[in-house]
């Protein structure tokens, strides 16, 4: 193998390496974000059930409330509002972490990257670049996703 099919095959292997960090990164973050997202979502609904019965079921709700065991020491409103309170910061602080971590934004940039790199893969396997063009490319397109890193480690990396 002659110096320039090395360097061409040091940077496939470089660019399948961040090919799959990309990837693992976007599956870890989805799952995160999705999971953030369901308990924003559960935890408002179970708030709204809770601060709606009292409303609407008014004095016989909270008879009934008492009925099924809850003392009136606290009175059952109280509790009822107290679990209303607490699914409701849960909910807020779940909204906030997936907003605050920018998730969206940082799947969308990965997976845009991912389709550049896996162009470029096959643009240095077919000869279309050379290998100082492709590492120009690759440099720029890794550019955008500073916040990840490879996760993958080899001799095939150095």
Request: net charge negative; charged share 20%.
């Amino acid at each position: 193998m002659n110096n320039d099919d090395e360097l061409q095959q040091k940077l496939l292997n470089k660019i399948k390496a961040r090919r799959e960090s990309i990837n693992v990164f976007v599956r870890d973050l989805d799952r995160r974000g999705v999971r953030l997202t369901n308990v924003s979502i559960i935890c408002s609904a179970l708030t709204t059930a809770l601060t709606a019965a009292p409303a609407m079921g008014g004095k016989n709700f909270m008879e009934g409330m008492q009925f099924l065991g809850m003392s009136n020491d606290p009175p059952a409103w109280r509790i009822v509002c107290f679990a209303a309170m607490f699914l409701s910061l849960a909910a807020a602080i779940s909204t906030n972490m997936y907003k605050s971590h920018d998730m969206a934004a940082r799947i969308a940039k990965a997976q845009a990257s991912s389709v550049l790199l896996e162009g470029l893969e096959a643009s240095v396997e077919f000869g279309q670049f050379s290998v100082p063009e492709a590492m120009k490319l690759f440099t720029q397109y890794i550019a955008d996703i500073p916040f990840i890193q490879d996760s993958v480690s080899g001799p095939e990396n150095d």
